[in-house]
């Protein structure tokens, strides 16, 4: 079972930036390509990001394209989403995910006031 725990999350104003962090200890998380969700209430959770294990290739939500890059570290097991220009459309809680299986983070919520 893989923990992942994200960080970074908060309120911040329309323009502003966050970086979310998603981290675990388990090394074989390097194996994964990973996934940024998010998810508001009475809606389904959406794709955000995606990227694959080695780093190489990247996919992003169309609402997100040149706001939002996803990044990892393999050597802390960490995979980063960077948010910039934010728009309160992105308020939601976000998620990572080990791509393809049920391992997911608790979340962090991301508010972004108009």
């Known amino acids: 079972q893989v923990q992942l725990v994200e960080s970074g999350g908060g309120l911040v104003q329309t323009g502003g930036s966050l970086r979310l962090s998603c981290a675990t200890s388990?090394?074989?998380?390097?194996?994964?390509?990973v996934g940024w969700f998010r998810q508001v209430p009475g809606k389904e959770r959406e794709l955000v990001a995606a990227l694959t294990s080695a780093g190489g290739s990247t996919n992003y939500a169309d609402s997100v394209k040149g706001r939002f890059t996803i990044s990892r570290d393999n050597a802390k097991n960490t995979v980063y989403l960077q948010m910039n220009s934010l728009k309160p459309e992105d308020t939601a809680v976000y998620y990572c995910?080990?791509?393809?299986?049920?391992?997911w983070g608790q979340g962090t919520q991301v508010t972004v006031s108009s």
């Open positions: 388990e090394r074989t998380f390097t194996d994964y390509a």
């Open positions: 995910n080990a791509w393809g299986t049920d391992y």
